[in-house]
């Protein structure tokens, strides 16, 4: 064939990469595996599996299915190595980050073609993405461990962090979840997902050449139940998982209330929104990546095209255009655009959803022509017609199929983009910049990329909102997953508070009856009950609402209409109504002082203190409020990546009843200060000083709907809270079982949660009580990518 000849047909040749080295390796260890405890692997157990190529169906190893016991030596193996890791310091934990980082460098090809093996993925983007990215994890978090004392200064090490990823980025995965465990201090117990377990071994073959210290990192193999038995260990104190929202929900079940940390990082269904003034040749190679990189299985792929009707056909025309040109083929081929499906079980669920879609009545293109015979191989598929409500439209494909639908407006856009339980990405298309920088933070997601996709890098954090989890991984705002304050650990059990019981009849014969708070206006309960609330010596007070589900539903409804307005008003505006706040709080102490006193018994001096504190807290809020800033990353591009602070929206907020005041202030202010709107339920023996709050936030220009009060019985309205699908986060202050039941009942739609556990925090100290702690938890951060150039 000439050359003219090729250029007509633009035929390609194959370009197979060897795979000897990762047979040598295979045959070093017999292709059979048992588990890397302790520094060392354990002989072969008896129940074993295979793993298999997807690209033949050859069994290309036998690993070892780990047993309790085996999870029970690996976790006890880490704990024994955690202390003497942690005791290294920064400094020396740091060297081994980097000495690990450069053998996977100097290993990076090994890894590479035994990852295209194992999974299926074009040996193309294993060796320029996956693996560059995972060496670039440890030598950025190798950094974080140098500057962990004076960066993290008061947070430590959580402990054995047990870690279970999926099979979609098996080596990336175990870098993203080992690098910031071992940097912050922490050991690790990781179990790699059946199908994708060598480079997990691998890697472990990498800890004894790096001459890691035994028991840092331990590698158990074995199907989902092994990850089960790794969380629910008594000695496992942080659980990070990436995989799907199923299995994130039973881990949010199964460890809730057990203080055991967790980070999800599960599906999406994320748009890749396409304006009519895009530059429609970078948008469709843009698709290419999106939805084609590593075949469509990726959390964050840009599965649900919305392209402005106006450029819709012309679009549609040039994608299917550019798809009859992809190839598919063997993975260790280095001129193909996709290789295997991971194992037939997804290629069937693949096909099943695809044909679920043709039922539902889109309109499928797909160019059947050039798929190998054997092996795991789906060809890449584009769905049009798809409706809003479509199964197709909102359910993870996780294969390489793009499901299409038109909008008109920007409006619209977001609107389709919002519509789904998932939050994790999104990819904005347009020449406007104004348009893209409009849209980002309308779109609840955890990562915006503006004219470009699937950006990662170790500086900026990526996860999700809503059902795709919550947590990141990367950045600054990672490594918050990886450690716990230090103060938590001198925290006592908070001594049950009970409300004072009325002994002297009658009161002085008028209605003194404090109003719930809703939307701005004083709200009488629904139930139509009040309860009396007394002095210590059995004196009435006064009454309050006895609020119940339809009072909270009525509050988040308030909370909602007020979230859009809130979350924009600047920073400035926030600071001001807050110092207001504090204003009008001082002005009337007096009041604030005799309450307390009243209902609590404490002193003047306890009274007054208390008092003062709340002012001072309102105060330090306003000043927070246009300071708790993003940052811009420093990634490999050429641009910008903004990680910017959010609310994380409508919260829920159970306060203690040890000072009843101060608690409610002190978790109130920073969620507000943030740009949330709350749904809050006050110390229910002592409520009368959050109920007396509203008539401060009457005077002090506070938005209606910003701060809805519901009094009552605490733990049956923060459950109300926590079931609600409008609430996107519950802070709660009680007991251990009401902390478990918050926890538990967040599964549902797995906002975010933070609990006390029954520990009493001293309100009084600020280091435990304020600070970047309360705002980080108020916040979630969006990383926005803006490439810049032409
Ligand atoms: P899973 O969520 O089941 O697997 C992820 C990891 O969790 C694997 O290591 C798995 O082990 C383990 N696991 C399974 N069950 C449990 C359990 N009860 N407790 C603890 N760990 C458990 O994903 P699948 O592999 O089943 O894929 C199903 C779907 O999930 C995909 O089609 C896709 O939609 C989604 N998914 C999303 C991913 C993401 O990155 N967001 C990644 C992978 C899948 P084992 O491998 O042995 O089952």
Redesign the pocket.
Known sequence: MTVSEIFKTMEYGTAPESAAEAKAWLDRHDSTFGLFIGGGFTKPGEDRFDSMNPANGETIASLTEATSKDVDAAVKAAAKAQKHWAALGGAGRARHLYALARLIQKHARLFAVLESLDNGKPIRESRDADIPLAARHFYHHAGWAQLMEREMAGYEPIGVAGQ??????PFL?LAWKIAPALAMGNTVVL??????SLTALLFADICIEAGLPEGVVNIVT??????????EHADVAKVA????????R??RE?TAGTGKKLTL????KSPFIVFDDADIDSAIEGIVDAIWFNQG????AGSRLLVQESIAERFHDRLRQRMRTLRVGDPLDKSIDLGCI?DP??HQ??SEMVALGVDEGADMFREETSLPENGCYYPPTLLIGVEAGDTLAQE????PVLVSMNFRTPAEAVQLANNSRYG?AASVWTENINLALGVAPQIKAGVIWINCTNQFDAAAGFGGYRE??FGREGGREGLYEYVKPSYLKSLKDAAPVTPHSLTEGGGEGIDRTAKMYIGGKQARPDSGYSQPIATPKGKLISHVGIGNRKDIRNAVEAATAASGGWAKASGHNKAQILYYIGENLAARRGEFETRLREMTGVSSKVAAGEVEAAINRFFTYAAWADKYDGQVHSVPLRGVTVAMKEPVGVMGIACPDEAPLLGFVSLVAPAIAMGNTVVAVPSQAHPLSATDLYQVFDTSDLPGGVVNIVTGPRDELTKTLADHYGVDGVWYHGTQDGSAMVERAAAANLKRTWVNYGKAIDWTDPAQSEGEEYLRHATEVKNVWIPYGE
């Not at 179990?191 to 994708?196: F, N, Q």
């Open positions: 279970v990823i999926p099979w979609n980025f995965m179990k790699p997902a059946e199908y994708t074995g199907h989902g139940p092994v990850g089960a038995m790794i969380a998982f990436t995989g799907s929202t199923r299995v994130g039973n881990l199964q990082e599960l599906g999406g299985q990726v959390c964050c991971v079980v997804q669920r693949i993870e494909i996780f294969g994790l795709s989890g």
